[in-house]
């Protein structure tokens, strides 16, 4: 293990700690630090070679672009060289907190950190032990979700030392995140800003502030023809070791389904996974059964998501079925990922 490993909590800062983390960021190292979203990479934004060995230590294509992390709202015109009206009311509302930006890039920041593009993904968490980080190195902190490229994002320190403990310098373990799902990314280089990510700011809630948005259509259209526009999207992600597949419809005829797909594994002498909720996990009496959250409370869902996916990475099953997650407000956040962790593949059962 190459990492340094810093426990603590929002409000028990170890500021020493942080000083030493935001001195190894502005030396061009690397630390993983906990957001309110999942855990990130943090790199150096301003510096190129620090985002290169960003892209080295998630085994990331470097043509995916990696979002800038500030931690002050007037940090923002020094790296965007224009800043719509519609984005400074989006973030007055939503900032510090799970809203990414995309803007045009301002010429301090290297290419390399956005993939090439001449546009910019900003972010201004509203996680206190991010904050602090962010303004002991400097103000610009290059973060991707701290795990190995394709594989579930780290929701838990845990996660991040399995997959880059001998990669990084340092792990700031602030516990488990609070939301569980990345940022709502927003795209204002077009006339009419694009949700390119859905997240736990949904589509309604963007709505409110700025009236017209719209989605990306490459994330309504399944068609391999359509290209997402944020470059991430469009690689296999969140996959866990095992074939998944979801299983959609009215509940009892999903219970009924699942169930059948877990009876021919016992027959084949193998084991299924299944991804139940609180409300569902006593009806599947064969395989492994592990409840994501309760469908009372649709955040405790996107909170497991990615830890459910990686516990089933340590259990001898080949194959995982789940229910869907069709939930009124962060569903299309939660649905997003399962099914691009699912390779879309989605069945509907309705009631015989
Ligand atoms: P992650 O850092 O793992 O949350 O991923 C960042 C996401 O933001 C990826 O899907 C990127 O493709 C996307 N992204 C970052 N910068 C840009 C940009 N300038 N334009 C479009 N998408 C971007
Ligand atoms: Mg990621």
Known sequence: MRAEIVKMSADNLNIEAIRKAGTILKEGGLVAFPTETVYGLGGN?????????????????????????????????????????????????????????????????????????????????????????????????????????????????????????????????????????????????????????????????????????????????????????????????????????????EMDAVIRAINTFAAEAVDRGTQVGIIATDETREKYPLGIVKSIGSREDEDSIGHHLFEVLREFDHCQVDAIYSEAFFTPRIGQAIMNRLLKAAGHKIISVSES
């Open 45 to 249: 934004a301003l510096d190129p070679e620090a985002s290169m060995k960003i892209y080295a230590a998630k085994g990331r294509p470097s043509d995916n672009p990696l979002i800038v992390h500030i931690a002050e709202m007037g940090k923002l015109s020094e790296i965007a060289a224009e800043i719509p009206e519609k984005a400074k009311l989006l973030a007055q509302k939503y900032w510090p907190g799970p809203l990414t930006m995309i803007l045009p890039r301002a010429a301090v920041v290297p290419k390399e950190t956005t993939g090439g593009l001449d546009s910019v993904a900003v972010r201004f968490p509203s996680d206190r032990i991010a904050q602090e980080l962010i303004r002991a190195a400097g103000g610009f902190v290059a973060a991707p979700s701290a795990n190995t490229s394709g594989r579930p994002s780290p929701t838990m320190a845990e996660h991040v030392i399995e997959d880059l403990g001998d990669e990084i310098d340092m792990i700031i373990d602030g516990g488990q995140v609070g939301i569980g799902l990345e940022s709502t990314i927003v795209d204002f280089t077009e006339e009419i800003p694009v949700v390119l990510r859905p997240g736990y700011i949904s589509l309604d809630m963007i709505k409110e502030v700025l009236g017209e948005v719209q989605m990306d259509r490459g994330l309504l259209i399944t068609d391999s023809n359509v290209k997402p526009k944020a470059p991430g999207m469009k690689y296999r992600h969140y996959a866990p070791k095992a074939d998944l597949t979801i299983v959609e419809g």
